[in-house]
């Protein structure tokens, strides 16, 4: 190694191809590190760190996916079968939690779309359920006596926002398979949305006429809904939504920035909402 190479500062990316790498508005992407140590995956525990410590212990060979109600292709499918011959892209997104704080992560995956066809939804189907995996064996936050949430994890979307061709179906993030901690093998991707829509490690898709339930909304009706939109002029209860912290953020340097309604992707989707009452819908 020459003298000039081990000078050069260390870079924040492990990841060489994404060094310099940014969203459609120019946004550097959060390190790969960050995005893989600083999550919530409550089926592991409550802390930031306790998925990345833990969901290690959660078996994802084989993986099966059962698809029921309003289609016409419904049963138990192997993982393979699901994804084989669908392309995957990369979509560099931002990723806002309810939380307030947000990321720019690049995801892998396949338009949902694509994905959800395969099963030739019929025209009585309004919205689709997605689950997590119950496995209280290999989760164990969902062993924990006062979790709160009545497992498993269920989140859902109007079929027409399932279909909107940047809602993806992700498979892997930063150019390799996702880790478990960030929901592997299957989590959705819904990027106008606050992250908890963002459903992880799914095992179970179902079609349905009416609006399925989301596990935030029955924890807490009043301060989560089902639409969930990225939305700064409708606060949290308990918080105000009109700014987030762009991780990296420390105490000396938090790195706040203004939340833009959904998320920045507007122009995308507003027209899916066109006539609602968005304070209502929230
Ligand atoms: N999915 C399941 N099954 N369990 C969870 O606790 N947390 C949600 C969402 N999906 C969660 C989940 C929340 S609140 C957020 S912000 C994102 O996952 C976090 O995704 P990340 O850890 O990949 O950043």
Known sequence: MGAGASLAPPSLFANAPYEGKTSERGEVLTPEEIVTSYNNFYEFGTDKGDPARYAHEMTIEPWTVEVRGKAAKTGKFALEELTKGLAEEERIYRFRCVEAWSMVVPWTGIPMARFLAQ???????????????????????????????????????????????????????????????????????????????????????????????????????????????????????????????????????PNRIPTLPFNGYGEEVAGLYAGMDLRRNY
């Open 119 to 253: 099963f030739e939804p019929e025209g009585s189907a309004k919205y689709v359920q997605f689950t997590t995996l119950h496995r209280p064996s290999e989760m164990r936050g969902q062993r924990a006596l006062f979790s709160g949430i009545d497992w498993p994890y269920v989140e859902g979307l109007r079929l027409d926002e399932a279909y909107h061709p940047l809602t993806l179906m992700v498979t892997g993030v930063y150019g390799k398979p996702l880790p478990n901690q960030n929901g592997a093998p299957l989590r959705l991707m819904v990027p106008w949305k606050y992250g908890f829509k963002s459903v992880k490690s799914i095992v179970k898709i179902t079609f349905t006429e009416r609006q399925p339930r989301n596990t935030w909304n029955i924890l807490a009706p009043q301060e989560y809904g089902f639409y969930a939109n990225v939305n700064p002029e409708v606060d949290h209860p308990r918080w105000s939504q009109a700014t987030e912290r762009r991780l990296p953020s420390t105490l000396f340097n």
